[in-house]
Structures are given as C-alpha cells and as structure tokens.
C-alpha cells in the first residue's frame, strides 16, 4: 500500500477520571466519572492527518505488560 503520512510515534491509553474539582496537594477526592480513551502524540498525529484528507499509517512499539 502506498500511503502520504506515515507516523512513528507513541500511542498511549488514557485513563480519565472527571472530578468537581482540582484536589489539593496530598488530597485525595472521588471522580464521579471515569472513562479509557485513546491518545499519544503519534496517533494524534496520525489521527489528525486521516482528518485533513490524508491516507495515513502509524508505527509504533506495543508493548505488553508482565503479569509476574
């Protein structure tokens, strides 16, 4: 395939938790919403490309994690 954007670059999951507030520092306070999304600065990237009409791929490491 042949592409106009390639990006190689970090791909990320974002765990977002929303809150009524900012909590101070050493504070702790509950979220009353949670949700997992997707980001990094390659797939933004990547993402925004596709969005200008761009046929984009993205290249970037997967890594699992250990359950030791």
């Known amino acids: 395939m ?3 954007v390639v990006v190689v ?13 900012l909590p101070k520092a050493g504070e702790t306070i509950h979220g009353h919403k949670f949700f997992i999304g997707f980001g990094g600065k390659g797939a933004n990237q990547c993402i925004q490309a596709a969005r200008l009409g761009a046929k984009s791929a993205m290249v970037s490491k997967v890594r699992l994690k250990n359950k030791f």
């Open 9 to 21: 670059g970090s791909c990320m999951t974002d765990l977002v938790s929303y809150t009524p507030r």
């Open 2 to 4: 042949v592409y106009d």
